[in-house]
Structures are given as C-alpha cells and as structure tokens.
Nanobody, 126 residues
Framework: QVQLAESGGGLVQAGNSLRLSCAAS????????MGWFRQAPGKEREFVAA????????NYADPVKGRFAISRDNAKNTVYLQMNSLKPEDTAVYYC???????????????????WGQGTQVTVSS
C-alpha cells in the first residue's frame, strides 16, 4: 500500500521559513517524479514544485520561484520543500504527490500524479 506522509507544517510569521518533508512507502520511490501542490480555502489545488526521479531537474510555479526549493533523498524515500521568505498568500494545505508514470516535471497538472498525501497545513501570519 502506497503511503505519503507530509510533516513540517505550522504557523509562522511572514518572512520566516519552513521545511516540509514527505516520507514515502510502498512504491519504487527512486523511480518516481515527485511534486508538491497546495490548496488554499475556496481555491483549486495548484502546482508548487516538482522534481524528477534522480533529482536532476526541478520546476517551480511562478509565485514561489526564488523562495522555495524542492529536493529529495532517495536513500530515505523522502522529498522536501524548503520554503523561505514566506508570505501570507502562501497559506494553504500542502500536499506531496508521486507519479508512477514518470511524469515530466514540466507537467503541472494534478492528473500527472497518481498518489497523494493527506496534506499539512501551513499558515503564514502578517
């Protein structure tokens, strides 16, 4: 059974940082592109960042470029999202996702991903 477990969310003030982690099990992690998405209240779930299986290619949504960094440790079956210079508009539930079909990091659609975590809340106060 595939499981993706996010952690690291919380309440922070604007300008501060958080690091999200997503621990994966039940899938061949080192062959799966991974992504982070977020969903704010009343809004659609949106793409944040993606990383290919080897960690050599990444892609970011425009609102987070230069502030967020995605990385992975295949030995630990874990993907990370380092979030710096957080803004109130970053407030959302953050989800990690795994693609079993080797989706391109440039495919930002939710449909490119097959497995999802339960999400972790990130709240940024002004």
């Amino acid at each position: 059974q595939v499981q993706l477990a996010e952690s690291g969310g919380g309440l922070v003030q604007a300008g501060n940082s958080l690091r999200l982690s997503c621990a994966a099990s039940g899938l061949p992690f080192s062959t799966c592109p991974m992504g982070w998405f977020r969903q704010a209240p009343g809004k659609e779930r949106e793409f944040v960042a993606a990383i290919n299986a080897r960690g050599t290619f990444v892609n970011y949504a425009d609102p987070v470029k230069g502030r967020f960094a995605i990385s992975r440790d295949n030995a630990k079956n874990t993907v990370y999202l380092q979030m710096n210079s957080l803004k109130p508009e970053d407030t959302a539930v953050y989800y990690c996702a795994a693609s079993r079909n080797r989706a391109s990091v440039y495919d930002t659609s939710k449909n490119a991903y097959d497995y999802w975590g339960q999400g972790t809340q990130v709240t940024v106060s002004s």
